[in-house]
């Protein structure tokens, strides 16, 4: 789910895609919905530890750095907040590139575009905008899947299948395409998926924020206090430090 | 606290500050090693020098790390790109890094403070395996070493100033630094031919009087490994996370067990042993005949 800082969101309330195998990159998942939904995106490789980082979505920020994309001009004016839900449930920012990002069948992932000036919430929630994964069937079937019903987000099936191609997109193979820095070439873009587009328009009332853990913050604030007044206490009557 | 329990305690006390670069943590270890320090006249001493090196060492990490690291998307400022190394723009992630980088400093420094102070060189010698009696000798001494030499270098600048030597600048510390490195040097010979003549190195190490292992040093030591470990499996399991800085400064969560863990640390201050009243934080080494 992307959602822009203006607060409008890509193809709202948010698109779905289907992979092979029980996970997929958060990366991955973006160069499905590229290959399926024709969404832009440029990353870079950022350093070892964090991996690819998310540069542009859906042509935010606007334009290209000269030079292409990379490390040092991936953030610059703003950066693309990710989050991941599990089961519908509430926003999770990750603290990892996207590169080294997980997802799991039924899994959301959500980018918020943050500028520099201001602090932006996360995206609507994810609950309900796809389908429940079904799992697959035991035995090969003989024959072609039945038709999509009419109404793609009630559909069991969660890999979009029109038009048919040459091999499902679900077993797109996922390349990194940010191997070298700025240069993530965006796929291009297929047919849309059989979900309707719908304007883009504002956004739903966003998911209440995750607690921050009030709790462990009182209690650091009570510990800290007090160990500070114990050692206070031992200086001055031990004749200072 | 023996010296194994005071060893054991700040294994449990760098396991948790290397364990996560959550700055609420690492501050909570350096506040309970602040309070183990300050409930021993030996640790108050040292408690003053100690806080200033730390706060030096802190100063340096952050702002190293602000001019050196220029990830980052929040920029605060930018240096003059021609500028070798330093050039680049300076963001809040990268200064508020080096406040995490200054935080597990300093809380590893004040851990390991405790060690100093748990009793002198012999009894860190005791305290390790029989294996390593020769590299704990070694370290001790290096140990031993450090304050000899400031003590040489106050008296030789001293006696240098009533001779009339002046001691200013670099010219003038020649003056003392030559015959302090002199005087360190026979210092060694002679430590080096004492222990030659106890006969060090020619069997088995024998230890004369070992600081006794107590039950409030299992009370000590045992609370401070299981306060670790249940850090760690709170850090494993997530619940303990660390804090992303980059790209930009996440969500600082803190878990109430983790504080509960941290705080563990500071039980060898609330109950210190008479014996502290002594010099060291060693009740064997108060205990030991002169």
Do not use: K
């Not at chain 2, 190293?64 to 190394?85: E, K, M, Q, T």
């Amino acid at each position: 789910m992307v959602r822009h800082a203006s607060g409008a969101v890509y193809d709202a309330p948010g698109v779905c895609v289907g992979f092979a195998g029980g996970s997929v990159t958060m990366e991955g998942a973006l160069q499905l919905a590229a290959q399926q939904y024709g969404l832009e995106y440029r990353a870079a490789y950022y350093n070892s530890s964090m991996g690819d980082e998310l540069c542009q979505v859906d042509n935010e920020p606007r334009g290209t750095p000269q030079g292409g994309w990379s490390a040092s001009n991936c953030f610059n004016g703003g950066y693309w907040a990710t989050y991941t839900s599990t089961g519908g449930g509430p926003w999770a920012a990750t603290g990892e590139g996207i590169s080294n990002v997980t997802l799991h069948d039924g899994d959301a992932a959500g980018f918020a575009y943050e500028p520099n000036s201001s602090r932006e919430p996360p995206p609507p929630s994810p609950a309900g905008v796809c389908p429940t994964p079904v799992p697959p069937p035991t035995t090969p079937a003989a024959t072609p899947p039945p038709a999509p019903p009419p109404s793609p987000r009630a559909s069991s099936a969660p890999v979009p299948p029109s038009p048919p191609p040459a091999v499902p997109q679900a077993l797109a193979p996922i390349t990194s395409p940010s191997a070298p820095a700025g240069s993530s070439p965006t796929p291009p873009a297929a047919p849309r998926s059989p979900f309707p587009p719908v304007a883009a328009g504002p956004a739903r009332p966003s998911a209440p924020p995750t607690p921050p853990g009030s709790t462990g913050y009182a209690a650091a604030a009570a510990a800290a206090v007090l160990m500070s007044a114990l050692a206070a206490f031992r200086l001055l009557r031990g004749g200072g430090a | 606290m023996s010296p194994r329990a005071a060893a054991l305690w700040v294994l449990a006390a760098l396991a948790i500050t290397l364990a996560t670069n959550n700055p609420v943590y690492r501050l909570l270890v350096v506040l309970a090693a602040v309070n183990v320090l300050a409930a021993a006249p030996a640790g108050r001493r040292r408690l003053r020098p100690l806080l200033a090196f730390v706060a030096a060492s802190g100063a340096l990490a952050v702002a190293s790390n602000a001019l050196l690291s220029h990830s980052g998307a929040h920029v605060l400022s930018r240096v003059l790109d021609p500028v070798p190394g330093i050039g680049g723009p300076v963001t809040l992630e990268a200064l508020v890094d080096g406040v995490v980088i200054a935080a597990g400093v300093a809380a590893s420094m004040t851990a390991a403070a405790v060690l100093a102070v748990s009793g002198d060189a012999t009894d860190l010698v005791d305290a390790v395996p029989q294996v390593l009696h020769r590299s704990g000798a070694a370290v001790a001494l290096a140990l031993r070493m450090a304050p000899g030499l400031w003590r040489s270098f106050v008296a030789v600048r001293e006696a240098q100033q009533v001779r009339g030597v002046r001691v200013r600048g670099l010219g003038g510390l020649r003056h003392v630094l030559v015959p302090v490195t002199l005087s360190a040097l026979e210092d060694s010979l002679a430590t080096a031919e004492a222990m030659d003549a106890r006969g060090f190195g020619s069997g088995r190490r024998r230890v004369a009087f070992a600081a006794p292992w107590r039950r409030r040093d299992t009370l000590f030591a045992g609370g401070a490994l299981a306060a670790a470990a249940a850090f760690i499996a709170l850090h494993v399991g997530g619940l303990a996370g660390d804090w992303a800085v980059f790209p930009a400064l996440g969500t600082l969560s803190v878990n109430p067990l983790a504080v509960v863990a941290c705080a563990l640390l500071v039980l060898p201050a609330l109950w210190p042993s008479r014996a502290q009243a002594g010099t060291a934080l060693s009740s064997g080494a108060a205990a030991a005949p002169a």
